[in-house]
Structure formats: structure tokens, C-alpha cells
């Protein structure tokens, strides 16, 4: 501190003006060098996210061969097939019910690991998360393979309680739980590791305080837990239920939107349009339709972030 | 009044006492009953892609007990890493992944530094819009950027489409914000004493990057470079719609477009060809777990 107040009077009168000049000049170098560092970062997203998702609704207007413009006809065309309603109401309840057995399992696992001592958490948390690190493309070809027809390991141990071999993945009813089990392995072990973290930062004396007044669990998880993971639990359900709401891979690989359409979500159902069946404009309009709810979850992220850079 | 209260405590407590530790001890054991079945849950289907790597054709397609190897054999992973066009998946899988690694630090890295550090006009919006890029899934972008690569190809007679490098552009929109976003909260959790210790001594921005910043921050470079890594080996979407040849597959499409072929899936081959390309991540995670989870929550926690 005596170093800095020091200082200037040390160094004396013709100090003033070189200083400001390198200030200005420095300043000028300082916002250039900044530009420049955050140039190539400006360049992608402008070019490869922001310019296709715009395109993309340009794209929407177009007819099969994109060279006639069709106005709002590929939405009219859309509204007016009940496959793509089926669509709509399977991806609704593809996202919302594997998020919340997500969400769930997540916060029930998360506090089975919490529980135990703190020597062997590492290893279960470990093991726990494998699901996680697998690329899902990978870990949904084993589960195809559990699934098989007809060599199923599921239905090989099941015929020993006496259940009849299940149709995991021909049956309409199966495979929409099969895909959402398989989302549920895949993304349980992520909610998992954000409770534990949350769990952790929740200080003990709060417990201590709870178990004098004589709360019993249930009133700890209540009015403690909760209450102090609210932030993270609405931030990874948010973030979760984009991600589930855009899957892709899982579908795809375990019934391709079979049997029937019966488990086409929008990106499957995207893809089979626009890439498979070549029908580009009407792929980006059924692929459009996952913008508003994203829009309404990125909105509440947002809102959540901002208040936490607030709070710090 | 309170010597009353005292003394009908007392006992109470003492019971209490016991109670709560012997709750303990079940909540233990149930806890560690639960977490078994969950670990099971978890890792059933890595353990059932080992258990049919190692089992020839003849004994898959004898539907004997699937749980269970009697004969085991290793003439899946021959067959698979003496056949070139494998290899060749791995590769490819490979070379796109080292790729996007480094492209996305050499963007990412100094446009954090610059967005946590250095303050210029509109660089708060800048870090907001990062941020909701990462949000924007890759399945609302693959149609659009199909077709803007295939106009780029017929304006500039570069064809990009159905080469394995096209993925080189596509990736880092996919790894970039996240590592941006996460190597921001990092650079801003930095002491400003610190860089202002290396400014005051003479040092330029660039090197107070380097000499400063990169190395305090190397816990969070490493997540993000795992991060990247993972995400650039397990993509399946833009690999899928934007290469076609078996030439230029990465490993994910290059087992599902080649080992199945119509209605005869050779299981055994690929199984083990999903376990060899788990292999890499899994070997990253059982080595640097810390990080990879350090990586995992930055995103929500440092928000």
C-alpha cells in the first residue's frame, strides 16, 4: 500500500503526459486486441448458427423443389396430416415424462450418494455416471440389442417369472417406453451429479438447525433441500428438458419413429422428411416447431442466470 | 417449571439417541441397497456390449443364456481391427475430433479471455448471445446447414458435402459456446490483482494470456477440452446427414450404416464395435473423472 502512494511522487513532474498517451493508446490497443480475440468467435456464430436459423424459416416458405415461394402452405400442409400431431403430442410426452423420471431418479440417487460415507461417494458416483459418458449412439445399440425380437436378454430372464416376451420395440405402448427408458439410463446420471453438487453446497448447520427443531426427513428435504437447490433443479430441468426435446439419436437408432410413427419425435420425424424423403423445405418447418419451446426454456434460463450474476 | 422439564428430557433423549443411530445404520444399508440397483441399472448395457464382444455368431444365434459366455472368444475384435474399412472409422472418428479440439480452444480461449476480461462495447450481450447459442440443439440446424453447404458448393465448386472435413465447420458450433461460456466463468473467477500484476510489469495482453491466464485456468481448460473431445467423438446427427460414403464415416454412423445390413445384424461385431468406440471417452472419464465432472456442473453452476 506505502508502495503505491509512493510512487508518483517518486517518478516526478514529466510523468502526466506520457502516461495519458499510453493510456490512450493503450486503450485503443485494448479494445482492438479484444475485437480482434473475439472475432473468430463472431464469425462462426454468425455464419453457422445464426445464418441457418434464419435461413430456415426462409427455407419454410419454399415448395418441395424450393423454387416456388409457397408462403405459409408447408405449415397449412403440416396442420392438416394427423401424422404430424402424433408427432407433436409424442414429443410432448417423449420430453416431459423422461425429464421427470429424470429429475426424480436424479434427486433420489443424488441423495443416496450424499448419504453414505464420504470415502466411497467417489466410486458409486463414478460407476453412476458411465451412462452419461457413453455416446449415446453407442449405449443405444446395446440397448437395441437388449430390446432384440427375438433374442431379447430382457425377455430371457422375464420368461422366467413367467411374463410373456414383451414386444419392446414392435408394440406402439412399448416402444414409447423403451425410447423414454433409454432416455431416462442416458440422462438420470447428469441430474445426478448437479443435486450432488447442489446437495454439497447446502451448509450443514441448516440441518443441524432442522434436526434441533425436530424435523423429521421428509420436512428436511421440504423445507432445507429444497428450498437451497431451487436454482440448480429449475436450471437442469430447463436444460434438460432441451435437450430431450431435441433428441435424436436414441430414436433414431432404436425405432427409427417405429412402429407406425408411433415414437417419431420432431428431429426424427425432421430428418425422415427433409433428408430421407429429400422434402427440405417441409423438414425446416417441422424442425421450426421445436423454437417456441426452446424459446420459453432459454428465456427462463436466461432470467436464472442472470439473477445468480446478480446474487454473486 | 424447568427443573420438571429437565428431567423429563433427560430420558427421552437417551432413547432418541439410539434411535437416531440405529435410523442411521438402516438408512445405510438402504442406501446401499439402492445404489446397487441403480449401479446395475446403470452399467447393464456396457457389461451386456462385453459380454456379446465376446461371443462368437454361433453361440449368439444358439440363444443360450445371454448373460452368460461359454465359449469366449476374441474373433469379433480380430475381425473388426483387421478390417480396413473399421479402422478406417476410427480414424476418421479420430482425426475429426483432435481437429475440432483445437479449433475450438484456439476460438474459444481467447474470446473468453477477451469477454471476462476486457470490457468493449456490447461484450456483455456478446457473452449473453454465446450463452444462448449453446442452447440451440442440433437438430433444428442440420437441415438449414445442409443446404447452405450445398449451396456453397454449387457457387464456389468446392464440394464440402460427403467429405469428413465438412464436420471440421460443423462441430464448433456444437463445442464452442459451451467451452466459451465455461472458460469465461473460469478467466472471471481469476483475481484481477493478478493480471494487473502482469500488466503493471510490462506484460501484453497476449501474454498475460499465456504466461497468466492459461495456466491458472488449466483445470478448466482441461474440462473444456474433454468436453469438446466427447462431443465431437459421440455426435451421430451431422455425421449421419452430411456424410454418405463409407469412406469418410466416422465411427458412430460408420457402425450402424455398415455393420447393419438390411434386416441381418451381425450383433456380436457390434457390440464390440460400440464398446471399442466407447473406449475413448471411458478412458478419459476413468482418468480424469474430476474434471470431466468439474466440466459437467460449470455449465449450470457458473452460470
Known amino acids: 500500500m506505502a508502495d503505491v502512494a509512493l510512487r508518483p511522487d517518486g517518478i516526478g513532474t514529466a510523468q502526466p503526459a506520457r502516461k495519458r498517451s499510453g493510456l490512450q493508446k493503450a486503450l485503443k490497443r485494448r479494445s482492438t486486441a479484444a475485437f480482434l480475440m473475439t472475432l473468430p468467435l463472431i464469425i462462426l456464430i454468425a455464419l453457422l448458427v445464426i445464418y441457418p436459423a434464419f435461413y430456415s424459416l426462409h427455407l419454410a416458405t419454399l415448395n418441395k423443389s424450393m423454387q416456388k415461394f409457397v408462403g405459409l402452405g408447408n405449415f397449412e400442409f403440416l396442420f392438416r396430416r394427423d401424422t404430424f400431431w402424433l408427432v407433436v403430442k409424442q414429443s410432448c410426452i417423449f420430453a416431459i415424462t423422461a425429464v ?24 458409486w458416483r463414478g460407476m453412476l455416471l458411465v451412462p452419461w459418458v457413453i455416446p449415446p449412439a453407442m449405449s443405444t445399440l446395446a440397448w437395441l440389442w437388449l430390446f432384440d425380437p427375438s433374442y431379447s436378454a430382457f425377455n430371457y430372464t422375464l420368461s422366467f417369472f413367467g411374463i410373456g416376451p414383451i414386444p419392446w420395440t414392435g408394440d406402439a405402448a412399448w416402444a414409447r417406453f423403451s425410447v423414454i427408458l433409454v432416455n431416462v439410463w442416458y440422462g438420470a446420471p447428469f441430474f445426478m451429479i448437479m443435486y450432488l453438487a447442489a446437495l454439497k453446497s447446502v451448509p450443514d448447520q441448516l440441518y443441524e438447525a432442522a434436526a434441533i427443531d425436530g424435523a423429521n426427513w421428509w420436512q428436511r428435504i421440504w423445507y432445507v433441500t429444497l428450498p437451497m437447490m431451487r436454482n440448480i433443479i429449475a436450471i437442469t430441468t430447463l436444460f434438460s428438458l432441451i435437450v430431450t426435446f431435441a433428441n435424436f439419436d436414441i430414436v433414431r ?11 417419431h419425435i420432431f428431429a426424427t420425424w425432421a430428418f425422415r422428411i427433409g433428408i430421407e424423403g429429400s422434402d427440405i423445405p417441409l423438414g425446416a418447418s417441422v424442425s421450426l416447431f421445436m423454437v417456441p419451446i426452446l424459446a420459453v426454456a432459454a428465456i427462463f434460463i436466461l432470467r436464472d442466470v442472470n439473477k445468480r450474476g446478480n446474487e454473486a | 417449571m424447568s427443573s420438571v422439564t429437565i428431567d423429563k428430557a433427560a430420558p427421552t433423549r437417551t432413547v432418541k439417541y439410539g434411535s437416531m ?24 448395457p456396457p457389461i451386456y456390449m ?24 476374441l474373433e469379433n475384435y480380430v475381425g473388426l481391427l483387421t478390417s480396413n474399412q473399421f479402422l478406417r472409422f476410427f480414424w476418421n472418428s479420430a482425426l475429426v475430433s483432435i481437429f475440432v479440439v483445437t479449433i475450438t480452444m484456439l476460438i474459444s480461449v481467447p474470446a473468453a479471455f477477451a469477454l471476462a476480461r476486457m470490457r468493449f462495447w456490447g461484450s456483455a450481450t456478446l457473452a449473453t448471445g454465446v450463452f444462448l ?34 464436420l471440421l465447420f460443423i462441430y464448433p458450433t456444437l463445442t464452442v459456446p459451451f467451452c466459451t461460456w465455461i472458460m469465461i466463468g473460469y478467466f472471471a473467477s481469476i483475481p484481477k490483482e493478478l493480471d494487473e500484476a502482469a500488466i503493471i510489469d510490462g506484460a501484453s495482453w497476449f501474454q498475460t494470456l499465456t504466461r497468466i491466464f492459461i495456466p491458472v485456468a488449466l483445470p478448466g481448460l482441461i474440462a473444456a477440452t474433454i468436453f469438446a473431445f466427447t462431443v465431437s467423438w459421440a455426435q451421430f446427427l451431422y455425421p449421419l446427414v452430411f456424410t454418405t460414403s463409407t469412406d469418410q464415416l466416422v465411427l458412430p454412423v460408420g457402425i450402424i450404416t455398415t455393420l447393419i445390413k438390411g434386416d441381418v445384424f451381425n450383433w456380436g461385431q457390434i457390440m464390440t464395435g460400440a464398446l471399442l468406440g466407447a473406449a475413448p471417452p471411458l478412458i478419459i472419464y476413468a482418468f480424469l473423472m474430476d474434471y470431466y465432472i468439474a466440466g459437467l456442473t460449470a455449465g449450470a453452476t457458473k452460470g
Do not use: C, M
Open chain 1, 100 to 123: 421427470v423420471f429424470k429429475a426424480l431418479i436424479g434427486f433420489i440417487v443424488a441423495h443416496f450418494v450424499h448419504n453414505i460415507p464420504a470415502k466411497g461417494q467417489r466410486k
Open chain 1, 253 to 263: 437408432i432404436l425405432t427409427a419413429g417405429g412402429p407406425l410413427d408411433h415414437t
Open chain 2, 21 to 44: 443411530s440405529r435410523d442411521r445404520k438402516w438408512a445405510l444399508r438402504w442406501s446401499y441397497f439402492f445404489l446397487t440397483l441403480f449401479a446395475i441399472f446403470s452399467l447393464l
Open chain 2, 50 to 73: 462385453l459380454i456379446t464382444s465376446l461371443k462368437s455368431s454361433a453361440e449368439i444365434s444358439a440363444a443360450t443364456n445371454p448373460w452368460w459366455v461359454f465359449h469366449p472368444t
Open chain 2, 133 to 166: 447459442t449453446y442452447l440451440i440443439p442440433d437438430s433444428l440446424l442440420f437441415i438449414p446447414l445442409f443446404k447452405v453447404f450445398a449451396l456453397f458448393g454449387d457457387w464456389t465448386g468446392i464440394q464440402l458435402i460427403n467429405r469428413w472435413y465438412v
